[in-house]
């Protein structure tokens, strides 16, 4: 299974879920409406990993943790949906995906 096409699914898949809970939960909530709206950037994260290209999985690395990381604190300080949970794990499986992925090219890098 090529992991980066698993990771990249993942963010596309995050990318779309994210505001379409809006649907679900509504809008009157903004810190959700904020944070839908902002992860939609996994779109863009998901596209990038998308082309294979080494740089691509530092991103695939880098955005996720933090968004991952902010989506965290959220759960342990405000009220949140069971999305939440949801795209919060998704953000760590591809993070890890990544970083698995950018050791073993290292790996295989002559020196």
């Not at 379409?20 to 902002?38: E, F, H, M, R, W």
């Not at 530092?58 to 943790?65: F, S």
């Amino acid at each position: 299974m090529n992991l980066q096409k698993l990771a990249a699914g993942l963010m596309l898949f995050s990318g779309v879920s994210h505001p379409s809970q809006l649907l679900i939960y509504g809008t009157s909530d903004p810190n959700l409406v904020k944070s839908s709206l902002a992860d939609m950037t996994f779109l863009v994260v998901g596209a990038l990993l998308l082309t294979g290209k080494r740089w691509s999985l530092w991103v695939g690395a880098t955005l996720p943790l933090l968004f991952g990381i902010g989506a965290t604190v959220r759960i342990l300080t405000q009220d949140v949906t069971p999305m939440s949970y949801m795209h919060t794990a998704i953000d760590f499986v591809v993070v890890a995906l990544c970083v698995r992925l950018l050791l073993n090219r290292d790996n295989r890098q002559p020196a």
